[in-house]
Structures are given as structure tokens and as C-alpha cells.
């Protein structure tokens, strides 16, 4: 079973920057071996919604709405995922799941909240 630990979540202002990271907890997760692994988000009374991920072989995909500001970068050796968020808007404001694909499952990381206030 993968667990997954996100951290890295706040209150900015509009404009500002945070820095979210998602790190693997079992010993033998390999980012390297996984089918794909990313962040979602979800504002309140919304549907969650794909923000960024990365699949095996290293493409990564961006929403629309993020693309330009966001990047998902990993450290394979720290088996984590970062997501740094640049020029942050309101509308950014959610709770942002870190995910990973393997072996036909998903696992989930337990959300962090991130909030801009305008």
C-alpha cells in the first residue's frame, strides 16, 4: 500500500508563490515505475479537476488554467513530486490531492489546502 504525504500548503496573496510537495512513504516506490502521478484539486461545491501530472517516460500535462504558472517537477531519489505554483490567483483556491498510478491502482495522498486571498 502507497502512502502519500503532501505538504506545503497556505494562505497567499494574489501573486505569490507556494510549493507543494507529495513524497511516497513506501520504501520500494519507484517514481520511475509509475504510470503516472500528479495533483488534483478541488474548490468547494466544484468537481475535482486534473492539475498537473507526469506519466512514465516523463510528459507532463497541465489544465489549461494553470499552465505557465504551475510546474511539477520530481525527485526520484526523495520518491517526490513537487508542484511550484507561481503567480497565484484567487480562483486558485482549493484542496490539492497528490496521485500516483501503479500496477492498475490509484492511490491518494490526504490533501492540502491552499487558499488565495485577492
Known amino acids: 500500500q502507497v502512502q502519500l504525504v503532501e505538504s506545503g500548503g497556505g494562505l497567499v496573496q494574489a501573486g505569490g508563490s507556494l510549493r507543494l510537495s507529495c513524497a511516497a512513504s513506501?520504501?520500494?516506490?519507484?517514481?520511475?515505475?509509475?504510470?503516472?502521478m500528479g495533483w488534483y484539486r478541488q474548490a468547494p461545491g466544484k468537481q475535482r479537476e486534473l492539475v498537473a501530472a507526469?506519466?512514465?517516460?516523463?510528459?507532463?500535462n497541465y489544465a489549461d488554467s494553470v499552465r505557465g504558472r504551475l510546474t511539477l517537477t520530481t525527485d526520484n531519489a526523495k520518491k517526490t513530486v513537487y508542484l511550484q505554483m507561481n503567480s497565484l490567483k484567487p480562483e486558485d483556491t482549493a484542496v490539492y490531492f497528490c496521485?500516483?498510478?501503479?500496477?492498475?491502482?490509484?492511490?491518494w495522498g490526504q490533501g492540502t489546502q491552499v487558499t488565495v486571498s485577492s
Open positions: 507526469i506519466s512514465r517516460g516523463g510528459r507532463t
Open positions: 496521485y500516483a498510478d501503479r500496477g492498475g491502482s490509484r492511490y
Open positions: 513506501e520504501t520500494s516506490f519507484s517514481i520511475i515505475g509509475i504510470n503516472a
